[in-house]
Every structure is written in C-alpha cells, then in structure tokens.
C-alpha cells in the first residue's frame, strides 16, 4: 500500500504535460495484458478496440461519439507512442512556462478534436479518398496543437535543435510543411489530422493574444461533465454570523498586482520574444506558473 501511495504523491508533482504522458503510457500498456486475456477467450482482439479508436466513416459518430477523443489514448506501436511522448514533454515544458495547466488541457484536447474533425472530413469530401474508410489513433493532433500554440504566441523564443538554436516559429512551420509535403505518401489521415491539430493551436493563440479565450466553452461543458460523476455531500443547516462579503480593499489590491504583473510580462513576450525578458522576469514568470 504505501509502494502506491509513493507512487500517487510522485504523480502529483508532475505538471500537466507529464501527467498526460503517464495517462497515455498506461493506455499503451494495459491493452497488452489485455490481449492476452482475450486471447484465452478466443475473444478478437480488434473487436474491442474499434470501440475507442477513430473511424473515418462520418457513421460511425453516431453510436461511438466518444472515440473523437479516446482515440488520440491509443498508439499503433512502441515508436509511435515514444515520439509523440518525446514532443508532448519538450512542448508541454514552454508551453506551462508561460500559461496554467487548464489552458494547456484546453488547447490539447481541442486539438484532438479538430484533428478528428478534419480527418473525418477529408475522408468525406476529398475525392483521393472515395471508398476508402481507415481508423486513426495517436496523440499527435493534440501535441501538434500545444506546439503551434507556443510557436504563434511566442514565435521569437529560441529553442536548442541539436547543435544550433531555433525560433519557434520556424519550428512550428517546418512541422507543419512536413507534414503537408507527406500527405501523398502514406498515412495521408494522420497528417490531415496533425495539419488540424496546428490550425486549432495557431487560432487559439491569436484570439487569446487579442483577449478572448476560446477555450473557456469546452472547459466549461467539461466541467458540468466531470461534475456529474461526483458525489454531493449532505447538506446540512448551519449557522453562523452574518459576515460582510465585501473583502478590504487591500486584499483586493494585493491579489490583483501580481496578476497584473505577469499580464505586462506576457505582453512583453508577446511582441519582442521570451528573450527580451529580465532574470528578474524570467523568475517571477516561473513561479507563477508553479503556482498554477
């Protein structure tokens, strides 16, 4: 018991992005063992896992809508999972630098979808598709999607590739032309769906750079999601004196100042790069995302 409570207080301390590569580590281990027990059975195998991977077939929506997400849990093999994990940590790192863990999980996610979307759409209208109806898993949509966030947002931060240094934005264009220049050759849906996982990063930067965050719909309707499976405590009938619900003033301002510290910190990244930022900054920057 306390090797699992060992385990449950290390998971606790990875950020966003670590614990989404854990989630996806298990989901990659434990169809293995279950395998085996199907096997036993005599049970196929690809039967249950069509249930969570993503079909093209616009059809098939209809009686598993889940599979919009669950698919991008799911990896065609070893090398496939380790890539993708490989650039979720690398992006996921620049990305919680700057910005809290829900907008990390809205971007991420919004991404999967609007990979899914796109996939199931060029398969319906692309005429190099016709009679063609393929299933899709991996992450990369989601982790294509934090990466052109971070590379739009903040296109002058410089990055270490190998032996020389990189600007996002460059990195961000020659993912997004690599996978252009790739569709012809093979895996034609995958790329499609990485081109629609960048799309959402690229868009959703741009609107929060002018103020509006297009992710607060999704995390609400999660929100509501989640809070159906909880379990309502009994409520009971206490009283207590009337208190004022007006904080002092001076609460007010102390919470506010260090918020609008960082908003100026994140403007000045926003238009002259991460570099142009001060040690002092650069600190004060990493501690508010800690705290998040």
Known sequence: MQFWD????????????EKLIVVNLICFILPLFLRTFLFLFN????????????????SDLLWKPWSLITYSFLHSGFFH??????????AGRLFLNLFPATTF??????????????FILSYAIFPAFKGVSPVMVGASAGVMAVLIFSAT???????RVFFFNLKLRYLGMAFVL????????????????HIGGAALGFFYARKLGEGVDIGVPFENLMRRMLSLFKTQPTLRTVHKAQKSKTPPASSIKNKSE??????LILDKISKSGYDSLSQQEKDELFHAGKED
């Open 81 to 90: 999972l380790f890539w993708n994990m490989l650039l979720l940590y690398y």
């Open 178 to 193: 690599l996978d252009v220049i790739q569709i012809p050759y093979g895996n034609a849906g995958g790329h499609l769906a």
């Open 153 to 159: 947002y903040t296109p002058d931060q410089e990055v």
């Open 6 to 17: 060992q385990l449950n207080v290390r998971y606790r301390q990875f950020n966003s992005a």
């Open 258 to 263: 260090p918020q609008k510290r960082i908003d």
């Open 105 to 118: 999980y809205n971007v991420y996610f919004l991404g999967v979808l609007a990979g899914a979307l796109i």
């Open 43 to 58: 049970i196929p195998f690809e039967d249950f896992l069509q249930w969570f991977e993503l079909s093209a077939g616009i």
